[in-house]
């Protein structure tokens, strides 16, 4: 400060001068809580995180550092870059920094929009995040743009993809774990839905090929769609997280939904579902009742379903370690699929619409030792894929 006379309203830089220094202020926006360890899951998960700021390169480099941005404490040349530095690059030459670069300091929109487009071309999914004007292009031009909720402007709200309520990049890591989820889920309810259905066409046609009367009518066919396939199909979409979600290998932009593990799994079942069906209905036609057989064909097929919800639920892990009972809402759709299945057999009216007769114990008793050796077998291929006998490229 200075002291100058009452009726001075100017300052001159001769007046600048002579000053008593009064002490320093300093400001910091700190991160928040929880985004070092988020930056942590991403890493486990594959996610790359690049810091974008328009802070000067030592405040981005202590910010960077405090939140784990760096895998180590070791050197970080050409891992902190400038505007000024980017823009005496050459694109070939910013393409290289792009591999590595880990912070981008004082940038401007115009580079933001260069860092985006050059991921992009480099074949990486980019997720862009920003709240201001500034931020738009970059917004839009990104795979995913994330705008801020809260402090962000209307502008890059409308351009982003998706806007976070709460403006915390956490949010953005459990959205990442949460999409994994849903996407396994609907691979995992889509490889059933293909496995039954295959089941079913492999047997039929077995039988018409070796010479025995169709082992299904239509309308059984019919209802084991609707009931051991429709139930269960939707209580696998509700299959919880196992483990740690993230650090399983990432799925690709391109990924297939049934995956070449699900088709060796649906050979597996199918020979399994179909033998063992036909040799059922083989043992049950001996005696020459072919309604009874079919009824026992017909409720072999449908409890091979209903134990195969079960191997579903992870085309990996052991339902052994995840737990029969874990996922309440399987257990239930199993057990009322069953109920249905029993009904069709053992209720008068529904006897003549599906065209089935009560079965008695032995048959049960069959039913069951047989259709139950579909878990073992495909728990002991589960295993050969936790062992690594089946690429990981193929799940």
């Known amino acids: 400060c200075k002291f100058v006379d009452d009726g001075q309203t100017r300052i001159a830089d001769e007046d600048v001068d002579g000053l008593t220094f009064l002490g320093v202020i300093g400001m910091i926006d700190p991160p928040r809580v929880g985004v070092a ?33 760096f895998e180590s404490e070791g050197r970080l040349e050409g891992l902190v870059h400038t505007e000024k530095e980017i823009a005496l690059m050459t694109d070939r030459e910013f393409s290289a920094v792009l591999k590595s670069a880990v912070i981008f300091a004082r940038v401007s929109p115009q580079t933001k929009l260069r860092i985006v487009s050059g991921l992009q071309e480099q074949g990486h ?36 993809d998706m806007v976070l309520a709460d403006d915390n990049f956490v949010s953005i890591v459990s959205a990442i774990e949460e999409g994994r989820i849903v996407f396994r889920n609907v691979k995992q309810t889509t490889a059933y839905l293909f496995m039954t259905n295959m ?59 049934i995956s070449k593990n699900a088709l060796v799994l649906t050979a597996v079942t199918c020979v399994v579902m179909c033998s063992g069906t036909i040799a059922l209905y083989a043992f049950a036609l001996a005696d020459g009742d072919l309604a009874y057989a079919r009824t026992v064909a017909f409720t072999a097929m449908a409890m091979f379903q209903l134990w195969n919800v079960f191997n579903m639920r992870s085309m990996t892990q052991s339902i052994f370690t995840l737990g029969f009972f874990t996922n309440r809402y399987v257990l239930a759709a199993v057990i009322v699929s069953f109920a249905l299945q ?4 053992y209720l008068p009216y529904l006897q003549g619409v599906f065209s089935t007769k009560p079965i008695g114990g032995v048959e049960w008793l069959l039913i069951f030792a047989v259709t139950g050796s579909i878990v073992v077998i495909v728990e002991a291929y589960k295993s050969m894929c936790r062992k690594g006998f089946v690429p990981k490229s193929w799940q």
């Open 37 to 69: 360890a988020a930056i942590a899951r991403c890493r486990r998960a594959g996610v790359r995180v690049i810091m974008i700021t328009g802070d000067q390169r030592a405040t981005a480099l202590a910010i960077g550092r405090e939140i784990g941005l």
């Open 125 to 160: 999914v980019v997720a862009m995040t920003g709240d201001g004007v500034n931020d738009a292009p970059a917004l839009k031009k990104a795979s995913i743009g994330v705008a801020m909720g809260i402090s962000g402007t209307d502008v890059a709200k409308d351009v982003a």
């Open 199 to 257: 089941g079913e066409f492999v047997t039929i046609f077995a039988c018409m090929a070796i010479g025995l009367p169709l082992p299904l009518l239509p309308v059984q066919i019919l209802w084991m769609n609707l009931v051991t396939d429709g139930f269960p199909d939707v209580a696998l979409a509700t299959e919880p997280p196992s483990g740690d979600t993230l650090s399983e290998q990432p799925f690709g932009r391109n990924a297939p939904i």
């Open 342 to 345: 029993a009904a069709v057999l």
